[in-house]
């Protein structure tokens, strides 16, 4: 199917977008990279009668060290996260996971603010977000706000942007040189959406007991969660395989999936226990090579 006739509009500046968003907010849909928004056009689910097209918006790309934060553009494209040598260094946790969005294709086209601004809980960088405790910067004409994950993630697909506003900035926090990170999910072939997904960032003393804890977990909730309980859990205690076990247990408590086509309910729940369980060990394993983040 083709999209429904629209007027298309081409902002080369933030405050060009964000007149033209309150002017045309209600009846409009910013487009980015188009890796979600043009096939939900294409299927006429949403059928705008503007597209604000941001790809022009230069200012809106950009990776800076900002204090305690990486703040990354909205319009930076997967591919320039992969393989930002900042990145890697201050936020190696991201460089891990945005290798598991999508294919090489997408991650050439598709953006940060388009991957935060869709909101779907099976996607990588959400989770990410609610791990590291990141903000997100949303701008309108009337100024800007800077939103917690879990104030911007409401539901399933559904956030706090209102229709006169626009995703401006993400700020990913800086991981201390002590820590280490990890990130794995399953999906069905790897380029899809997560099935579950699980980020984790440790610092733990030299006897390998845990010292600070930051986890969440994706694609079994409506919003991307942090696992605080379990957090506060591990604290003060090595991860032996008897804590491992009561981790487990604790995800699956505080997850709610649904089934669908790809996986019951059961499945994903059992799966996200697991997957908690296996970033944990690697980032503790990682921590006391004492090599940085990455093997
Ligand atoms: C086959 C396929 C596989 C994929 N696999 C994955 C995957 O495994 N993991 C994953 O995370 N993603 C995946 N994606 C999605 C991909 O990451 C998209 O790039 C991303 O979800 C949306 O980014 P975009 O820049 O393409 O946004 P668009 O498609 O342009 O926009 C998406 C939505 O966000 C809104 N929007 C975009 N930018 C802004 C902004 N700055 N402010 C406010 N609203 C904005 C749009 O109006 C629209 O509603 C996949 C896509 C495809 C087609």
Redesign the pocket.
Known sequence: MKPAVFNYLRPESVEEALRLLSDYGDDA????????????LNMRLSTPEYLID?GKVEE?NYIREEGDHLAIG??VR?KDIESSPLVKELCPLLEEAIR????TQ??N???V???I??G?P????PCVLAALRGEIVVASMEGEEVLSPEEFFLTYMLTS?QPD????EIRFPIMSKESASSFVEV?RTH????LAEAAVVLETDETGTVTKAQIAVGGVNPTPTVLEEVEEHIIGKKLTDELLAEVREMTEDNVDPESDLHGTDEYRRELVGVLVQRALKTAVARVMKGDGQHE
């Not at 849909?29 to 939900?40: C, D, E, F, N, Y």
């Not at 598991?100 to 294919?103: A, I, L, N, Y």
């Open positions: 849909k910013v487009l980015s990279g188009g890796q979600s928004l043009i096939p939900v941001i809106l909205a319009l997967h598991w969005v999508g294919t997408i991650r086209r598709g953006t603010g388009g991957s601004a869709h779907d099976s996607a990588e960088l942007l506003q626009m995703i401006k999906a380029g899809d959406f997560a």
